[in-house]
């Protein structure tokens, strides 16, 4: 019984490298899409306050 556990371990251990490989590369993928959005949201927000300024009487880019 032993000898059928220290049989199978290089294989589990190959397995458990594998999964852990593939679970980092989609957590920094998910990671670099959240840094995405998060930075299209501060710019849009950024253009949306400029253009309330600018629309609402204030000095724009003058």
Same mark, same amino acid.
């Given at each position: *019984? !032993?000898?059928?556990? &220290?049989? !199978?371990?290089?294989?589990? !251990?190959?397995?458990?490298?594998?999964? &852990?490989?593939?679970?980092?590369?989609? *957590?920094?993928?998910?990671?670099?899409? *959240?840094?995405? +959005?998060v930075a299209l !949201? +501060?710019?849009l927000l950024a +253009?949306?306050?400029?253009?309330?300024?600018?629309?609402? &009487? &204030?000095?724009?880019?003058?």
């Open positions: *019984m !032993a000898r059928l556990r &220290g049989r !199978a371990l290089p294989a589990q !251990a190959d397995r458990f490298v594998r999964t &852990g490989r593939t679970i980092r590369r989609k *957590m920094q993928w998910q990671n670099c899409k *959240m840094k995405i +959005v !949201a +501060v710019i +253009v949306v306050i400029f253009l309330l300024v600018c629309f609402s &009487g &204030g000095n724009c880019l003058k």
